[in-house]
């Protein structure tokens, strides 16, 4: 038997259909280099890129990326600035390639909270590649689970005080319907560097079935291979969804 992971999946292996990924380790991956927390951030940027890359050539459908979550507002400014102006970067410097590749961008969270030069490049890039449909990228951006879900049922609430919901018609269906991630479907594969054991307010109610795999690599050292071999490994689970085994 083949003990190397090979560099692409082999033929009728089961791809997870959405991959989402919790990017952590990026500040422990400079302070190991004496270099500065942002430094590990444009770093990150790199992997990101090749996780983008590698899902399109392997033809995973939804990447989804926790870029920055409502907590990390909490941060230094001048962290929070610089990661700002990075995310603005690599739209600039990606979007091309994300063109002519087929993948739509897509971003999920606080747009409102953003500075408004990002926002105008993300309101460009998803007009522009609004009709791409290889690849879907979902960048999570000031994104927090509790408070989409607090979101979503105060716009059910609304519905249903306007006389325009019923109140028994709020089922689990439903109710996801008024997440951002309305059109998307849950992640099969939930990925989180940096080896800590949590979810960190991402995707609650998204991952109630999703297989999870925590490395300990820090982001900005994730590499392809590392994610053959998660790959790997999530195509001999076996996923039950609560069932039993026939
Ligand atoms: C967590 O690492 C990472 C972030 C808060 C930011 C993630 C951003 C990137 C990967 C770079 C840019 C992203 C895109 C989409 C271009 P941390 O700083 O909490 O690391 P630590 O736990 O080691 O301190």
């Given at each position: 038997m083949k003990s190397e992971v090979s560099e692409t999946p082999y033929a009728?292996?089961?791809?997870?259909?959405?991959?989402?990924?919790?990017?952590?380790?990026?500040?422990?991956?400079a302070k190991k280099r004496m270099l500065n927390r942002v430094k590990g951030h444009e770093k990150g940027a790199d992997a990101v890129r090749m996780m983008i890359r590698t899902c399109r050539e392997i033809g995973i459908r939804h990447l989804t990326l926790y870029a920055f979550s409502t907590e990390n507002w909490q941060r230094p400014k001048t962290e929070?600035?610089?990661?700002?102006?990075?995310?603005?970067?690599?739209l600039a410097s990606e979007k091309q390639e994300m063109i002519d590749n087929h993948i739509r961008i897509?971003?999920?969270?606080?747009?409102?909270?953003?500075?408004?030069?990002?926002?105008?490049?993300?309101k460009k890039a998803m007009d522009e590649t609004a009709d791409k449909n290889a690849m879907q990228l979902n960048l999570a951006l000031s994104y927090g689970g509790r408070s989409e879900i607090a979101m979503a049922c105060a716009?059910?609430?609304?519905?249903?005080?306007?006389?325009e919901a019923d109140i028994h018609a709020i089922t689990p269906e439903y109710f996801e319907r008024h997440l951002y991630t309305a059109d998307i479907p849950d992640p099969d594969l939930l990925?989180?560097?940096?080896?800590?054991?949590?979810?960190?307010?991402?995707?609650?109610?998204?991952?109630?079935?999703?297989?999870?795999?925590?490395?300990s690599t820090l982001w900005p050292d994730f590499s392809r291979k590392e994610f053959m071999e998660i790959l790997s490994d999530y195509?001999?689970?076996?996923?039950?969804f609560g069932r039993v085994d026939d």
């Open positions: 009728g292996a089961r791809l997870p259909l959405h991959v989402a990924v919790i990017m952590d380790g990026n500040g422990r991956w929070v600035k610089a990661l700002m102006e990075l995310l603005k970067r690599f897509n971003v999920i969270g606080e747009l409102d909270r953003l500075p408004e030069d990002l926002v105008v490049s993300i716009e059910i609430a609304r519905k249903v005080k306007n006389g990925i989180r560097t940096g080896g800590e054991y949590r979810i960190s307010n991402f995707l609650l109610w998204q991952i109630a079935y999703s297989e999870l795999f925590i490395t195509n001999r689970r076996e996923r039950r």
